[in-house]
Each structure stands twice: as structure tokens, then as C-alpha cells.
């Protein structure tokens, strides 16, 4: 089962790996699971994927806590299933592309991460997404400029279009 961990906008960059840790983190992430992990992060949006029968979110953040004094887990959205997890990643993206700064900054250590792994399946699955996202944004309504998950979800139509697309993806 694929889990989630995710946060983004002004409240992510507590959240952040500095230093390039975020590699280290994954690895001992991959120690605790069955599965692979994906860990990328940036200074305004973190995203923690990993493939486990068991939710170790807590066992995550107690480590996650170990790099921050001021770690608050209440900021933080978690997701378990495949379907749930890959929706919640390309509509916070969706949310987060708006803020082209700070999305291009997220791409860069996206790219990153594929380089450093590329027979990750977490990152293969998400890379081919975002390829046919990106292919098709014509098709998809930019929301206005949010800052964190929460404000897009009651947006229903952006929702329900990037749920197709994904489903049309992957089916």
C-alpha cells in the first residue's frame, strides 16, 4: 500500500531537509518499510511517499522530529492507498504550480531525485503522471494561487478533472 506524507506553501519550510538530507531520510525510511520510499523536498513543499503493508507514520515522525525543534505533525496531511496518495500529490501540485517560483525550485529536486534513483517504481509511477499532466494542461483550470492543500480540494471541478486524467493514465 502506497502512504503519503505531504505539506506545502508557507507552513512547509520547518518541514524542509536541509543540507541535502532528504536522501538519508529515504533511506531510513526503506529500513523501516516493505517497500520503496521517495522523499523530495524543497524549502515550500515536502513530499514523503513510501510503499508499506502498515502505516509507519509514526515511526516516520519520530524520525522526521529528530531535524526540527519546532516540528508540529498537526501541519502535515497524510494519505494512505495508491488512488488517494497519486490524486492528493497532482492536486497540491496543481495548487502549488501556480506559485512558479517556488514550483520551479520543487521541479529541480524532483529531477533530482530521479537522478539519484531511477528504478524507483514511486518515482517512475509519478514522473509518467506528471509527463501526461503536463501534456494535457490545457484540459485542467489553474486555481488561483493557494498555499496549502485546503484550499483546493472543495474546488470540485479541478479535483474531478485531474481524477480523470490520472484514472485515464493509469487504467
Given amino acids: 500500500m502506497l502512504h503519503y ?12 531537509f536541509r543540507d541535502k538530507t532528504a536522501q538519508n531520510f529515504k533511506s531510513l525510511i526503506q529500513s523501516l518499510s516493505d517497500g520503496s520510499s521517495l522523499v523530495i523536498s524543497s ?9 508499506s503493508t502498515n502505516d509507519l ?17 498537526s501541519r502535515l496531511t497524510f494519505v ?10 497532482f492536486t497540491s501540485l ?3 504550480s ?4 517556488w514550483y520551479e525550485i520543487y521541479l529541480e529536486e524532483f529531477r533530482h531525485a530521479c537522478s539519484l ?15 501526461y499532466l503536463q ?16 484550499d483546493l480540494l472543495p474546488r470540485r471541478e479541478v479535483f474531478d478533472d485531474l481524477v480523470k486524467h490520472i484514472n485515464d493514465f493509469l487504467n
Avoid: M
Fill in 43 to 51: 524549502l515550500y513543499r515536502t513530499d514523503v511517499l513510501y510503499s
Fill in 80 to 89: 494512505s492507498g495508491r488512488d488517494n496518495a497519486l490524486e492528493l500529490f
Fill in 5 to 16: 506524507i505531504h505539506i506545502q506553501g508557507k507552513e512547509a519550510p520547518p518541514f524542509y
Fill in 135 to 150: 501534456a494535457s494542461h490545457q484540459t485542467i483550470p489553474r486555481p488561483i494561487a493557494g498555499n496549502d492543500t485546503q
Fill in 57 to 73: 507514520s509514526g515511526n516516520i515522525l519520530k524520525l522526521w522530529s529528530l531535524q526540527e525543534d519546532n516540528f508540529d505533525p
Fill in 117 to 131: 534513483d531511477r528504478n524507483n517504481p514511486i518515482l517512475k509511477d509519478l514522473k509518467l503522471c506528471e509527463q
Fill in 94 to 96: 496543481v495548487s502549488f
Fill in 98 to 101: 501556480s506559485a512558479s517560483k
